[in-house]
């Protein structure tokens, strides 16, 4: 069964239309309230948001899904999404849901589903739920006197808030680091500057007055500049970007110089492996991570092992293989020792864990690696997507053959919008651009003559 609504982060699209629909939504909570039935107690499911206009929306689509389910609905309001993995243990939910099309602008929407476990769904349980939503679910769902009941969940801000303060050791402060938080005018807007002056930073807050217009707004992890420039401003010692639902970070160094994910990773791995914390002997991220750190890792007689693009993915390959540290470039950051999925709260708290203990300049302290030269680009299209043209595929097939054993390529339809992804690394920057130059003309020229 081919896949029609979700994609490689649940289910994403813009607000208002297909799947992105009061009625789908309300379909799927019916569908994964059926399906995540367990027994004869009261079930529960636990939903946040995140700030964008549609999720008024799409909450009350999908409270009217789960309680026609039977399910009792504890809506949690706008919070991180790795906020609402981690309540689904706590609160002890049958399953966990965040509405939030992550770092898309404000009038794409998604939403996002947890077990019991505060893992994201599988693509068999996602399947499973696809196939329900096809179907009528009348004669499965609740009687008149086993309806749902929905109430608002007060206090969840300070049950986040202490649980990632948890995640540092308890005689830590940070008292002197002077520190910018973009909160992109999303998810976090409340949690993570409450956070960090909590652990004892001086923080300047940008981008956190959300209108559900705004999120992701030319700020964020997606748009760092405003940040870089703020932070020359009050000369802080650090920025952190994050993005319209906090699962992924971006830390900025006291130059305004952006640190990646992969710089991140390779951050915690080595420091988690000096202390002997680090498990499963390497790093989990995906193919676009850079070539640079997997040299670092190597080093170090750390491997890196690489999956499909998608946190999930990258998590179900930590889980799989005993692995506690893993992510993606773009600033997805899983640390399994504390979270089931990317954290970005938490990604940041563990780098100035490491810039307190080093007592150095963040751009001494996370610049770990020199990354390969890398070039990504996106090709946007409609309809069917062209790399089954023989043009393209012998373009690709060239364009292999020139980077041989020094580079890599990598060309990948996004699961989250309609756009080609070309990506090429190798020591030679010029060969690079060449290659990928090559690639999306090709595209280019098969999808205008389509």
């Not at 699209?13 to 004869?40: H, L, W």
């Not at 940008?206 to 705004?214: C, F, K, R």
């Not at 080093?299 to 005993?322: C, F, I, N, P, Q």
Request: hydrophobic letters at 40%; charged letters at 25%.
């Amino acid at each position: 069964m081919s896949r029609r609504y979700f994609g490689t982060d649940g289910i994403r699209g813009r607000a208002n239309s297909f799947p992105m629909t009061a009625d789908i939504a309300m379909k799927v909570g019916m569908a994964a309230g059926i399906s995540f039935q367990r027994g004869n107690h009261r079930h529960r499911v636990v939903v946040g948001k995140d700030t964008r206009l549609s999720g008024y929306m799409i909450e009350n689509a999908l409270v009217a899904g789960f309680t026609a389910a039977g399910m009792d609905v504890f809506l949690l309001g706008p919070i991180p999404t790795p906020a609402v993995a981690m309540l689904t243990r706590s609160l002890r939910a049958d399953i966990g849901v965040m509405i939030s099309a992550s770092h898309n602008p404000f009038h794409d929407n998604g939403i996002k589903l947890f077990g019991p476990d505060g893992y994201k769904l599988s693509d068999e349980f996602e399947m499973r739920i696809e196939k329900l939503v096809e179907e009528n679910l009348e004669s499965r769902l609740a009687r008149a006197d086993g309806l749902g009941r929905a109430k608002r969940v007060d206090g969840v801000h300070d049950r986040y808030i202490e649980f990632a303060k948890r995640t540092l050791p308890r005689s830590l402060s940070l008292s002197g680091l002077r520190i910018v938080v973009d909160c992109a005018n999303g998810a976090a807007y409340k949690v993570a500057p409450a956070a960090l002056w909590e652990l004892g930073a001086e923080v300047i807050t940008i981008n956190d007055a959300p209108d559900g217009l705004n999120i992701n707004l030319d700020c964020g992890s997606t748009h760092p500049i405003g940040l870089s420039k703020k932070i020359h401003e009050v000369r802080a010692d650090i920025g952190i970007a994050l993005d319209g639902d906090a699962d992924r970070v971006l830390i900025l160094d006291e130059t305004g110089s952006v640190v990646d994910g992969d710089q991140i990773m390779a951050l915690v791995a080595e420091s988690w492996h000096k202390t002997g914390r680090l498990s499963g002997g390497g790093v989990v991220a995906t193919v676009m991570s850079n070539l640079g750190l997997e040299r670092f890792l190597g080093d170090m007689d750390l491997s890196l092992e690489r999956t499909k693009v998608g946190d999930r993915y990258v998590v179900e390959h930590m889980r799989a293989h005993g692995q506690n540290v893993g992510g993606e470039q773009s600033g997805h950051i899983v640390l399994t020792d504390f979270s089931t999925t990317g954290d970005g709260l938490v990604s940041a708290l563990q780098v100035l864990a490491c810039v307190k203990k080093a007592d150095k300049p963040v751009s001494e302290v996370c610049r770990k690696f020199e990354p390969v030269p890398q070039l990504l680009r996106n090709v946007r299209f409609s309809g069917k997507e062209p790399l089954e043209k023989p043009a393209v595929k012998a373009a690709i097939e060239d364009s292999r053959d020139k980077l041989g054993q020094t580079g890599r390529l990598v060309i990948r339809v996004s699961g989250t919008e309609p756009l080609i992804r070309v990506m090429a690394e190798g020591d030679d920057q010029r060969l690079v651009e060449t290659v990928v130059n090559d690639i999306v003309g090709v595209i280019s020229a098969e999808k205008s003559a389509a």
